[in-house]
């Protein structure tokens, strides 16, 4: 452990006009420099406080001495890597693991139990019986991705007794006992009732999803994305929704974001969108701000920061 620093400066440059409270920490000093402001010429900081985006005024930032950039948000494939020097970032990996997992399981409930197509608005011909209604229990989950999310995902499908498969790029580490790992998607694909993307967007997950790869899916396939639009070939997505090798998919990222307006995704009949919000919950700015507060403590303290960033891989 080394010596802490008499004054942490933290430049806040993520764009979120945090109540003063959330900075109110032991030895820090809080400075604001948003994207659209001039960097003071006497600037110095030690942490940099920025969105998963980065901003246009970052590198010059970055030069004011920092040591250390952490980004509000966990998915870090269009932050500018070229800018930092030396710098170590870091991500609120996991901060989003719960509402992003209980947005997913939400989406399959909905999907087992045929809703909203079941809700009625008329005197249906029968009471009493539905044979669109299936069950979670018994069916297989595939989660590719077994970080924060995946694994979330994975306790909550265990919990109704659904046999789940992650997916992930090297070991097969598993979280969970009941739960097997694999590193090969197409090996297993086809066994998939749910398939759910909790990968980060890298080179090598760009379309991971395309045509090869929804050829070997067993029909009715429900698709789940929270990852990012670009995993998956949205035109061999709507191939396979129309032949119904896919039923539904629900989504939650697209590519690009914002969709334009006409867009075919805002009105395909088995597409259920949200605009980027299964992260959101009561408190869930709250619980990143706890991660980069458990860091910043690691950080007074000299110790290994948490959610560090390989800016070779991406993630």
Not at 33 to 38: G, H, K, N, R
């Amino acid at each position: 452990m080394t010596d802490a620093p008499t004054e942490t400066i933290i430049i806040n440059n993520s764009g979120y006009r945090f109540p003063s409270a959330v900075f109110e920490w032991p030895g820090v000093r809080v400075v604001e420099v948003t994207a659209e402001d001039d960097v003071p010429g006497d600037l110095t900081g030690d942490v940099v406080v920025t969105t998963t985006e980065g901003s246009g005024n970052l590198a010059e930032i970055l030069a004011c001495g920092v040591d250390w950039v952490h980004t509000i948000g966990t998915g870090v494939d269009h932050f500018p890597f070229d800018v930092l020097d030396g710098q170590t970032l870091t991500c609120s990996r996991g901060a989003s693991g719960l509402p992003i997992g209980e947005w997913v399981f939400a989406q399959m409930l909905s999907f087992a139990k045929a809703m909203p197509e079941v809700f009625i608005g008329d005197a249906p011909e029968s009471w009493g019986i539905d044979r669109r209604i299936g069950s979670l229990r018994g069916a297989t989950v595939i989660i590719v991705g077994v970080g924060g999310i995946g694994t979330e995902v994975a306790r909550l499908s265990l919990a109704l007794d659904m046999t789940v498969i992650g997916v992930r790029r090297r070991g097969n580490v598993s979280p969970f006992d009941e739960m097997t790992v694999v590193n090969d998607l197409s090996e297993v694909i086809g066994e998939a009732d749910h398939l759910v993307l909790a990968a980060p967007a890298t080179a090598e997950t760009r379309h991971l999803i395309d045509t090869s790869m929804l050829a070997r899916v067993k029909p009715g396939l429900h698709l789940v994305n929270i990852a990012r639009g670009t995993l998956v070939d949205q035109d061999a997505l709507r191939i396979a929704l129309d032949d119904q090798r896919v039923a539904r998919a629900s989504l939650d990222v697209t590519d690009p974001e914002p969709l334009p307006a006409d867009h075919w995704l805002y009105d395909h009949p088995q597409i259920h969108l949200t605009p980027h919000t299964s992260w959101m919950g009561p408190g869930a700015l709250n619980t990143m701000m706890a991660l980069l507060r458990t860091n910043y403590d690691h950080f007074r303290s000299g110790e290994p920061l948490e959610g560090i960033v390989d800016v070779q891989v991406g993630y």
